[in-house]
């Protein structure tokens, strides 16, 4: 693979792991896939294939994160069920009425008015939308780990192939 293609995946990385950050941009599938071309496209040798194994392995860890640590916060306080996803519909309409900052702004609305019209109890409610936050604070933080844990696998392969 010439210089310039292995810089493109560099940059491609670059932008999945601040994409990981930022809601709506698919920063961790865009990490990996990266990656795999990389692996693919680069000889797709016996090295590389193992490499892309690691890769894929730390994204599988990175989206299962992403769904199930948000799901068992929320499963906990025996919520509505469709409380992530009135949470998931209150960051969208967040996002476009202030981009980037009003997805998780929105999100956190959503579940907190979920829960209340469920519970009526606004104690709880708040208590139940700080729990869920974290969760995600925690989903975000392994995808970030994950994310640049794929981007350095990328650069091992460089350095040993």
Known sequence: ????SELLIAIIMAIGIIGTVIPFIPGLALVWFAGAIWAYFDGG????????????LFAVIGFAAQFLLPAAAVKSDSPPRNTLLVGGLF?????????????P?????????SYLANTGDSVAAWKSTIRTAIAFGWALLIQVFCSVAIA?????????T
Do not use: K, Q
Not at 105 to 113: D, S, T
Not at 152 to 160: A, H, P
């Open 152 to 160: 350095l696998t990328w650069l091992l392969g460089l350095i040993i």
């Open 105 to 113: 702004i929105g999100f956190m609305a959503g579940v907190y008015a």
């Open 45 to 56: 040798d016996g090295t590389r294939m193992w490499l892309l194994a690691l890769m894929t």
């Open 91 to 103: 960051g969208l309409i967040g996002f476009f009425i202030v981009p980037i900052i009003g997805a």
């Open 1 to 4: 693979m010439s210089a310039g």
